[in-house]
C-alpha cells in the first residue's frame, strides 16, 4: 500500500512538474497575441530603428507641439485607432506603437522590449513635439505607466488598468506558481507613486478581464490630487471602445 502510495505521489508530482514546466516555457504565447497591422500606407507609417528591432509605429504626422503616444492591448492592432484618433484630436501627432511580432515589428517580444521601445518611441517624439501625452490600454497600461514614470509626458491616460500582471496571473492560475515563474510581471504599481502629471483612470462597468479591485488598488498608489477614475457604464474591456464616452474622456483628460 505504501508503495503504491509513493508511485501515486511521485506521478502527480511529476505531472505538475511538467504543468509548472510548461507554462514557463509557453508563458508569453498566453500573453501576447501579435496581430497583423490593417493601415499600410507608407505616409502613416514611422519605422524606429532602435536595438534589437525595426520598430513600426502607425502615424498621423501633424505640425505643432501637441503630440499623442498610443500603447494597446495583448491582442491589438493599434493602427485601427488611428482613424478614430485622428478625428478626435486634430492638433495633436498621432503615434501608435506596435510591439516586437506586432504589425511589422520585427525582434522578441518581453516586458523589457516593450519598455526600452516606448522610451525611445518617446525621445523620438518628444524632440519633435513638446507636449506629449501618453496612453496605454489594458497590457499597455503597463508599458505607458513606466513611460510617464521616466519621461516628461505632460498627461498620462490608462484605460482599463491593472496594478501589475503578476496579481493578475496569480489570481487566474491559483494552482501554479505564478511569483516563481513569470518573467514579465508588469508592476505597474512601483510606478503610480512616481508619476507627477495628471492622470485619467478608464474602466469598464462590466470588466471580465481586469478586477475592479486591481485598478482601484492601482488608483491608490497615485499621490493624491494626481488620477481620477472615471467608470464607463454597460461596457466591457473589450468594448469600450466602441462607446462614444470613451473618446470624450480621453479628450476632456487632454484638455
Not at 503610480?192 to 488608483?219: F, Q
Not at 461596457?235 to 471602445?241: L, W, Y
Request: net charge neutral.
Amino acid at each position: 500500500m505504501k508503495q503504491w502510495l509513493f508511485i501515486a505521489s511521485a506521478a502527480v508530482a511529476t505531472i505538475y512538474a511538467g504543468i509548472c514546466l510548461a507554462m514557463f516555457a509557453f508563458q508569453r504565447s498566453l500573453l501576447y497575441f501579435p496581430q497583423p497591422r490593417a493601415v499600410t500606407a507608407a505616409d502613416s507609417t514611422l519605422v524606429l530603428h532602435v536595438p534589437g528591432s525595426d520598430l513600426t509605429v502607425t502615424v498621423r504626422p501633424h505640425s505643432g507641439p501637441k503630440a499623442l503616444i498610443y500603447f494597446g492591448g495583448n491582442a491589438e492592432d493599434v493602427s485601427t485607432s488611428l482613424e478614430s484618433f485622428s478625428k478626435a484630436f486634430p492638433d495633436h501627432a498621432l503615434f501608435l506603437m506596435h510591439y516586437r511580432g506586432y504589425g511589422g515589428s520585427t525582434g522578441h517580444l518581453s516586458e523589457q522590449a516593450n519598455h526600452s521601445d516606448a522610451i525611445a518611441l518617446f525621445s523620438h517624439v518628444y524632440a519633435l513635439h513638446p507636449d506629449v501625452a501618453v496612453i496605454g490600454r489594458s497590457l499597455g497600461s503597463g508599458v505607458a505607466i513606466r513611460v510617464a514614470a521616466e519621461t516628461p509626458a505632460s498627461r498620462l491616460i490608462l484605460v482599463t488598468p491593472y496594478d501589475s500582471i503578476e496579481a493578475i496571473a496569480a489570481a487566474e492560475y491559483p494552482f501554479v506558481p505564478v511569483r516563481w515563474l513569470l518573467l514579465d510581471r508588469y508592476e505597474s504599481w512601483k510606478y503610480a507613486p512616481g508619476i507627477k502629471c495628471p492622470t485619467r483612470i478608464i474602466a469598464a462597468e462590466n470588466d471580465e478581464v481586469i478586477p475592479r479591485a486591481s485598478t482601484e488598488k492601482l488608483l491608490a498608489r497615485f499621490h493624491s490630487g494626481i488620477a481620477s477614475m472615471t467608470v464607463i457604464e454597460g461596457v466591457g474591456h473589450n468594448d469600450i471602445a466602441a462607446q462614444g464616452e470613451y473618446i470624450r474622456t480621453i479628450r476632456a483628460a487632454l484638455q
